[in-house]
């Protein structure tokens, strides 16, 4: 069993930072595949980034550039750096975690609201 917590969301104005940390318990984390997805109101969830346990990322066309993933194993964390903010990254960020090929789970974190003002 994994927990996930996120921390970090918030306001920020158009052009603003913010950094998503996603704190992780069990001892499965470093072989697993960790990403945060994103859902806004009225939209599907969709993927933002992930990152693998060898360090492999992957990012959405909308926030190549201005976002970054990053792990930590020794800490059991994943964090997401958001640079030049966009309205339209406003929602509800969620972490995840997921299984390699010779194992079957995923897990999801509560979610953390991030607000873009314009």
């Known amino acids: 069993q994994v927990q996930l917590v996120e921390s970090g969301g918030g306001l920020v104005q158009a052009g603003g930072s913010l950094r998503l940390s996603c704190a992780a318990s069990?001892?499965?984390?470093?072989?697993?595949?960790m990403g945060w997805y994103r859902q806004a109101p009225g939209k599907q969830r969709e993927l933002v980034a992930t990152i693998t346990g060898g360090g492999k990322t992957n990012y959405a066309d909308s926030v190549k550039g201005r976002f970054t993933i990053s792990r930590d194993n020794a800490k059991n964390a994943v964090y997401l750096q958001m640079n030049s903010l966009k309205p339209e990254d406003t929602a509800v960020y969620y972490c995840?975690?997921?299984?390699?090929?010779?194992?079957?789970?995923?897990?999801w974190g509560q979610g953390t609201q991030v607000t873009v003002s314009s």
């Open positions: 995840n975690a997921n299984s390699p090929s010779f194992l079957s789970y995923n897990y």
């Open positions: 069990g001892s499965i984390f470093r072989i697993s595949a």
